[in-house]
């Protein structure tokens, strides 16, 4: 029981429920936040600023978010 707990929570940790993606706001513009499936983090195109999700739970405290580069996000517009 315990293995099969720990593979739901591991699995959980890899997505984000589509709803909640939907009405998660970025802490710092108030604009919508995209899901980032190569990095498996929430993504604020608007100020370039990526926040972690930690076992399905996003960080959104601004002093986790991460600046974006500037060629990662040129190549993503192309």
Do not use: H
């Not at 997505?15 to 939907?22: F, G, R, Y």
């Not at 899901?35 to 999700?53: A, R």
């Amino acid at each position: 029981m315990v293995r099969i707990s720990r593979v739901m929570l591991k699995e959980a940790g890899n997505a984000i429920d589509k709803t909640l993606s939907e009405i998660l706001v970025c802490p710092l513009s108030k604009q919508p936040l995209r899901f980032c499936e190569k990095t498996k983090s929430l993504v604020s195109d608007t100020i370039g600023v990526s926040f972690p999700i930690k076992d399905g739970i996003p960080c959104l405290v601004p002093k986790d978010g991460k600046i974006l580069d500037e060629d990662a996000d040129a190549s993503k517009a192309s």
